[in-house]
């Protein structure tokens, strides 16, 4: 193979790496951390929980979900904690959605959020039984 | 004319009338042949009409309403120990499933009435219908709540472990603002597309 025909390909490689990252969409997730959700609700077991501290992953200049993990602290019950781990997408209406599974046995449904990211929630058991409300806010 | 020719003309004609007659015969004969069996009274040829038989009359009978049964699945039983706290996983018409007890209604006309380590029978419309549960039968202990988790906790709870901040120091709500802001972009670009 002749040299030139050598730099040619060796171009082309390096010409096509970048575009075929873009055609794929290869970017870095950021990771927002220590994010702060004050709770309040009436459900039994989860009334002594007061904060969601979280953490939330997601490339949101290419994509429109996030991941979310993190714990919800209840200081006013033993001092303990549930882990928390669940998802977030934005809606075709632009609105922020978010789901979350606490402990083993709840999940907590958030539908719509505006950009202040505060609103009201649901939270149900894994049957599907409505448990309770809460209220989260976001400062 | 000779006898001869007399006698093939005679034979000619009679040959000839023979057929006319056996011709006309034919043309008038009744249905009826000549030598059959008379008509036997329990057959009769399918076009023929029985005037003696009664007419029937195709009748559309309303099928009577009969009551369905709710769709009844049963996913688990949790057997108490003394039998009398059993409970069933459920879920009726492919709604969400629930936990009932003996006593407990399945959607509105039918009514739990057993609960054994591997069915459930229930009473509808009078009947007794017994399901099965495929998944083995879960055993509780007596000291157990089997209903409602104590009010303190519920499962999954870690006591005397709350998360804290991160171990550089950054506090809690630190982010907040960051990931507003990366939110209310979102938003907006969002709504330039649509």
């Known amino acids: 193979m002749t040299e030139s025909l050598k730099l040619f390909c060796a171009t082309a490689l390096l010409v096509a790496i970048p575009i075929s990252a873009n055609a794929y969409r290869v970017g870095a997730p950021d990771t927002y951390s220590d994010l702060l959700w004050r709770v309040s609700s009436n459900v039994s077991g989860l009334s002594g929980c007061t904060e969601f501290q979280l953490d939330a992953t997601g490339d949101l200049l290419n994509s429109t979900k996030l991941i979310i993990y993190g714990s919800l602290n209840c200081p006013l019950q033993q001092s303990g904690s549930y882990g928390v781990s669940g998802s977030a997408y934005f809606g075709g209406d632009g609105s922020y959605n978010m789901t979350l599974l606490v402990g083993s046995s709840t999940s907590l449904q958030c539908v719509r959020f505006p950009a202040s990211l505060t609103g009201s929630c649901t939270y149900y058991d894994t049957f599907g039984n409505f448990l309770g409300s809460a209220f989260l806010t976001f400062r | ?152 906790q519920r499962p999954g709870f870690v006591a005397d472990a709350p998360a804290i901040a991160r171990a550089n120091g950054s506090e809690p709500g630190s982010g907040n603002e960051g990931f507003r802001q990366a939110v209310e972009r979102k938003m907006q670009a969002i709504a330039a597309t649509r």
């Open chain 2, 1 to 152: 004319m000779n006898a001869t020719a007399r006698g093939l003309m005679a034979a000619g004609v009679l040959v000839v009338a023979s057929g006319a007659v056996w011709l006309y015969l034919a043309l008038n004969e009744p249905l009826a042949s000549v030598g059959s069996p008379a008509p036997d009274a329990r057959s009769q040829a399918a076009w023929q009409v029985d005037p003696s038989a009664a007419p029937r009359v195709a009748t559309a009978i309303a099928p009577a309403t009969t009551p369905v049964p709710p769709a009844v699945v049963l996913s688990g039983v949790a057997v108490h120990p003394d039998g009398s706290s059993n409970l069933a996983i459920v879920s009726v018409d492919r709604g969400p499933q629930t936990l009932l007890r003996v006593g407990d209604r399945l959607g509105s006309s039918a009514m739990v009435i057993r609960i054994d380590e591997a069915s459930m029978t229930y009473r509808f419309a009078g009947n007794d219908l017994r399901v099965f549960v495929t998944a083995p039968s879960a055993r509780i202990s007596s000291a157990a709540k089997p209903q409602t988790p104590s009010s303190d």
